[in-house]
């Protein structure tokens, strides 16, 4: 519906995915980490299409506040974190199960994905972006040979492989942030063997941090 919509047929759009919005809030109690994380894609997707919709002024009244939704996604968010953002096996250097490698996986994209579209928001309308320390130990995008395969065997092959690419632990988040680090041997060798790897959104996210944080 959004991406067909007409301008006769705004206001009910958006009344709907308001109430899709509000639905999400409410079940939000669910305990499945994959409940939780479908949850916060769903309301994620919903927040990014209402900021970009081209609103009329008859359609306005049927807008969420903006300012309510994105503490209600932070909320979603938060409570997906808390359930953990990587495996027991990914903290020990070991290969985790490949369903729980892409519950955790899918969560750490979608968390990246959000602190993104906040910081167009506030670009959007002004306001100052702040350095994300709450994620500063996220592990960093997975290579495109890991994210696209659909075969578990092949993927167990390929995490054996990128386990001995690193075995001193993956890349993390931070590591994208200019700090005094930046510029030595070590570090560019990290992030040069990351690069290497990375698919799109791994790209994007690296041109993003550079742009923010100066990495």
Not at 5 to 14: H, M, S, T
Not at 106 to 121: G, P
Not at 175 to 184: F, H, I, N, Q, R
């Amino acid at each position: 519906m959004w991406l067909e919509k007409g301008a006769e047929y705004e206001v009910f759009i958006l009344t709907t995915m308001r109430k899709e919005m509000e639905k999400i809030q409410t079940q939000i109690s669910f305990e499945s980490d994959y409940e939780i994380l479908c949850a916060f894609q769903a309301y994620l997707l919903y927040a990014m299409a209402l900021h970009l919709f081209p609103m009329t002024n008859s359609a306005e009244d049927a807008l969420p506040s903006e300012s309510d939704f994105l503490i209600k996604m932070q909320e979603i968010a938060f409570k997906s974190a808390k359930a953990g953002l990587s495996t027991t096996a990914e903290q020990s250097y070991t290969r985790p199960a490949w369903e729980s490698w892409i519950l955790t996986s899918s969560k750490r994209r979608t968390l990246f994905v959000m602190y993104i579209f906040t910081n167009v928001y506030n670009s959007h309308l002004k306001l100052p972006n702040f350095v994300a320390e709450e994620i500063r130990g996220v592990i960093a995008p997975e290579g495109k040979v890991l994210w696209e395969a659909h075969d578990r065997t092949y993927w167990e092959k390929q995490y054996n492989h990128h386990l001995s690419d690193w075995p001193g632990g993956m890349l993390q988040i931070s590591e994208l942030w200019k700090s005094a680090e930046t510029g030595t041997t070590a570090r560019r060798e990290r992030i040069e063997r990351w690069l290497q790897s990375a698919d799109e959104f791994g790209i994007m996210l690296f041109s993003t941090c550079a742009h923010i944080h100066g990495c």
